[in-house]
């Protein structure tokens, strides 16, 4: 299996938008509306976000996207992976790490202090994931404030 990992660019909107549907159909998302192209180019363009895919003959088939966050305890950012997903037919074959590593390995070159991610505590299947791959866990709970519902 020959995949490729890519960082993308600000002209990669088709991949980009073939990776939300891919996060679309793995997370289930219900009602679902993909936000314009427009968005998503002015996303691409931000040096605080970025992009990697899982390219397999000309499709994606895995990414993340993760967001650097400017620390005040130290001059190196830290990195937080929003989300990460393999289509459900890839998944346990070594993409997820690849992608990991893709990311870690340019976090690391932009001089990032760590990279973070978060798993549901009840997702074992996540938990088991981001172990494998030498992440260490940390109990913690999660707030929301739901500002719009």
């Excluded at 929003?82 to 990311?103: H, P, S, T």
């Amino acid at each position: 299996m020959n995949i490729k990992i890519e960082k993308l660019s600000t002209t990669d909107i088709e991949k980009f938008t073939e990776l939300i549907l891919l996060f679309e159909d793995v997370f289930e998302m219900k009602d679902f509306r993909i936000p314009p192209r427009a968005h998503l180019h002015q996303l691409l363009n931000k040096d605080d976000f970025f992009v990697f895919v899982a390219v397999l003959d000309e499709k994606v088939v895995g990414g993340l996207t993760s967001y650097i966050m400017q620390q005040y305890y130290s001059t190196a950012p830290l990195v937080y992976i929003f989300d990460l997903a393999v289509k459900r037919e890839m998944q346990w074959k070594g993409i997820g790490k690849m992608l990991i590593a893709g990311n870690n390995e340019y976090c690391r070159s932009i001089g990032a202090e760590a990279v973070m991610v978060q798993a549901d505590e009840a997702d074992d299947y996540a938990i088991k994931f981001y172990r494998s791959t030498g992440a260490t866990g940390e109990k913690v709970i999660h707030f929301d404030y739901l500002l719009n519902s």
